[in-house]
């Protein structure tokens, strides 16, 4: 019988390769985001309202990035439970007619929904999006202007603001309303809105004036100063599962020329301006963050979809449309991989981080329910409408 020999070199070789191995998991167990493979977005133009460029002011997501939601300024609101591979439109009381939709927002299930009208009502969805109601916060059943909503990790808080008007807030899911008042009893020009998964943490921008965050569901605010003590022209929000992590965006207005963004990694305590594009102002319209708040996304309009996914350290530029585009809203799922963007007058796009080599990365335990601690050596999966068949991927757990 033919036997292996094993000679000086190749057992050195040996005890080297099983060193470097052992070092490399150690690694791993130490700091689970030290190691990461190098993954590509790939975009994909999904369809809601057929072969037609449409004002796509909301987008939304789900955890996994599978159920999307999708509203048309002009038009109407659209469902997909397959990565936006096949949409279906709303069902009543939202659906049957076009609506000037500003903004909509999902719980980690896709379960609950809730969508704004500018000029029009708030609707809540109890059941992905089947059937609808029309809720009356402060008991008003005449249209107003919707701006901005946010649903925690069940749909059971619900946050939604009024354009020139006031900040709304339901404990149970959309049934009841009270009013929240961070900047006392005055209307104001509220244009974005965040709450993590808890909804305790809550987080809202007015256009003209300041940010505010509330640590106690709304029961008292304090004032955020993420450019320092100055009025912004602000624009967009996002909040990480737990509340540590906020990014806010603005944009570049006759109140001033400063289109930034910013971060904070302590609550809104202290915060760090992030400049994907260098020194330079941006017309910033959406932001979206993962349930870590390393992943980032950020939306220009006029010019490219941003992405990070080392907390806005280094980014990277994407033309989901092949050009620059009049990019409106954008979501992400919770652990960053899968991400969504609407223009106006344009295509929605879907993202999905496309990984060709076993990769193992690790979350953090924000929610017992969704967001499990655990080590996952896997390929980045992908759903099957993304999938072109080319990769042989799959997800070992």
Request: hydrophobic share 40%; proline share 3%.
């Amino acid at each position: 019988m033919k036997r292996w020999k094993v000679g000086k070199r190749d057992w050195r070789s040996w005890a080297l390769g099983s060193t470097l191995i052992v070092l490399f998991l150690a690694q791993l167990l130490i700091v689970p985001h030290a190691v990461q493979a190098v993954a590509a977005s790939v975009w994909v133009e999904r369809k809601p309202a057929g072969d037609l460029n449409r004002n796509w002011l909301a987008c939304a997501s789900d955890a996994t990035g599978q159920r999307l939601l999708a509203g048309d300024n002009g038009g109407r609101l659209w469902i997909s439970v397959d990565c936006g591979a096949t949409w279906v439109e709303a069902g009543a009381l939202a659906g049957g007619m076009s609506r000037y939709w500003q903004a909509c927002a999902s719980d980690a299930d896709g379960i609950v929904l809730i969508a704004g009208v500018n000029g029009g009502r708030l609707y809540v969805s109890t059941n992905a999006g089947k059937d609808w109601s029309a809720t009356s916060p402060g008991g008003v059943t005449l249209g107003r202007s919707w701006k901005a909503v946010a649903s925690d990790v069940d749909g059971t808080t619900l946050v939604a603001a009024v354009y020139s008007g006031r900040l709304w807030l339901s404990i149970n899911g959309g049934s009841d309303w009270s009013e929240t008042r961070p900047a006392g009893d005055a209307d104001l020009l509220w244009q974005a809105v965040a709450c993590d998964a808890s909804g305790r943490r809550i987080m809202a921008l007015t256009r003209t004036t300041r940010a505010y965050a509330s640590t106690d569901a709304g029961a008292t605010w304090t004032e955020l100063r993420p450019a320092g003590d100055v009025n912004r022209p602000w624009k967009a929000c996002a909040m990480d599962a737990d509340g540590s992590t906020l990014v806010v965006a603005s944009y570049p207005s006759a109140l001033s020329t400063v289109g930034r963004l910013y971060r904070s990694d302590d609550a809104g305590t202290t915060w760090a301006e992030l400049r994907p594009v260098g020194d330079v102002d941006r017309n910033w319209q959406a932001v979206a963050v993962d349930a870590d708040g390393f992943h980032i996304v950020a939306a220009v309009d006029g010019g490219s979809v941003w992405t990070s996914s080392d907390g806005g350290a280094t980014w990277s530029d994407a033309q989901p449309a092949g050009t620059a585009a009049a990019w409106q809203c954008c979501a992400s799922s919770a652990d960053g991989s899968r991400l969504m963007a609407g223009a106006y007058q344009g295509p929605v796009h879907w993202a999905c981080d496309v990984v060709a080599v076993l990769h193992v990365y690790r979350r953090r335990c924000h929610h017992r329910r969704h967001f499990a601690d655990r080590k996952l050596w896997s390929q980045r999966h992908l759903c099957d409408s993304c999938s072109t068949g080319r990769l042989p991927l799959r997800q070992l757990e």
